[in-house]
């Protein structure tokens, strides 16, 4: 699972979070995951009301203008946007075809809070962040990196451009 944008862009724009999903599909492709966004809130759909989503519904909005190769919703909250079965069940007008496998948050606070409670919790291999759409490829080795995750950011740095 990806988490977007967890380093750069503070309160990303609409036109922004539209960027940084594209970007992010692209990444997950070079990965070798089909992607699957989806713009994640505190309100699915939205229910509860909220002030601060307007954003999510612009970027989503924005991507439903143009022709784009990966699949993407919005908003929507965290767990639902990974438990297809209850998107099914419950919003059977989702237009993802599985779990998201790439989550774009409203901004860096959610992004980075989550992204670092994941690695400390999760139990998992945790790589990045990667910063995309840079000229050469940079990666951000985190205070609790160990040995083997620096040599892993090493070789996604030596292995290609991870920015383009």
């Given at each position: ?8 862009t ?88 599985g ?14 809070l ?17 910063l ?15 040995a ?17």
């Open positions: 699972v990806l988490i977007a944008d967890t380093a750069v503070e309160r990303p724009t609409a036109e922004q979070l539209a960027a940084i999903a594209i970007r992010s599909a692209a990444f997950a492709r070079r990965m070798g995951q089909e992607p699957r966004v989806a713009f994640v809130s505190y309100t699915t759909f939205g229910n509860p009301p909220g002030a601060f989503v307007g954003e999510l519904r612009e970027a989503v909005a924005l991507l439903d203008t143009g022709r784009h190769d990966f699949e993407y919703e919005g908003e929507m909250a965290p767990d639902l946007a990974l438990n297809h079965e209850m998107q099914r069940r419950y919003y059977p007008f989702s237009r993802l075809n779990p998201a496998n790439i989550l774009i948050m409203p901004g860096l606070q959610s992004a980075s989550s992204a670092k409670l994941l690695r400390a919790l999760g139990g998992e291999n945790v790589l990045g962040p990667f995309l759409g840079m000229k050469l490829p940079v990666q951000i080795a985190p205070m609790t990196a160990g083997s995750d620096l040599v892993t950011l090493a070789v996604l740095a030596a292995g290609g451009r991870a920015g383009s």
